[in-house]
């Protein structure tokens, strides 16, 4: 038996998220390098914009596809890996924290599984949104759409524990309100942001993805259906 002395007072993060985590801190670690001329050679310095110039999602691009009628793979998966590539590495590095914690609650209260699911469908949706609604040419980039998305999720369990508790499930919104006020603060102070769009299109998917995806959620909503025919 493990001595609860031997016990990390810390619960282990799921694997999902830190291999996320990862991969979006190990860019910027290689774009940091590069443009200081310990990685890569002189060519390094461009990495960043050539990385933008191929992985961003482009609502051109889509409006192109949706025109012709192709849909090449280089260009779809733009719809996912625009949330791996970043503006900078503090834009990065916020991500990534803001991922890490979200990350752990939502995988140790419905898995790994869920965790990846709510990332990449509310990237994907909330570039799909993005164009949409505001198109241009300004690229979309960043994965706080996705990790909107696992505020989303976060906060329908927190809607769902305080309804057993009997207490105002409103308050599981503060969350949200809080961010959606300081990216207020931030358009007032340095200039309006689209990209609130695709955040908050994030966050309504995973929201509504974790109805489904929550422990024992899909048994549930197939009893409402049934009960309503």
């Known amino acids: 038996m493990t ?3 031997n016990e990390s007072p810390l619960n282990p993060l799921p694997p999902v998220v830190i ?29 960043r914009l050539e990385t933008l110039e191929r992985f961003a999602f482009s609502s051109e691009i889509l409006a192109w596809m949706m025109e012709s009628g192709r849909w090449p ?65 300004a690229p979309l980039i960043g994965a706080f759409p996705a990790v909107y998305g696992l505020i989303g999720g976060f906060t329908y369990m927190l809607w769902l524990r305080l309804g057993q508790l009997g207490e105002n499930q409103i308050r599981a919104f503060t969350l949200i309100g809080i961010l959606l006020f300081i990216q207020l603060i931030f358009g007032l102070l340095f200039g309006p942001n689209a990209q609130w769009v695709a955040d908050i299109s994030g966050f309504a998917i995973g929201f509504a993805l974790s109805i489904v995806l929550v422990p024992g959620g899909w048994s549930k909503l197939v009893d409402r259906l049934r009960q309503r025919n």
């Open 3 to 5: 001595h609860p002395h």
């Open 19 to 47: 291999a996320l985590f990862l991969v979006i801190v190990g860019i910027e670690v290689m774009f940091t390098l590069g443009t200081r001329g310990l990685l890569g050679g002189p060519g390094a310095v461009g990495w």
């Open 73 to 137: 793979v280089e260009h779809v998966i733009r719809f996912v890996s625009y949330a791996f590539v970043h503006a900078s590495f503090t834009h990065a590095l916020f991500a990534g924290v803001m991922l890490l914690a979200l990350g752990k609650m939502v995988g140790e209260a419905m898995g790994s599984f869920a965790v990846i699911v709510i990332f990449i469908v509310s990237a994907a949706g909330g570039a799909l949104v993005y164009a949409v609604t505001v198109g241009g040419t």
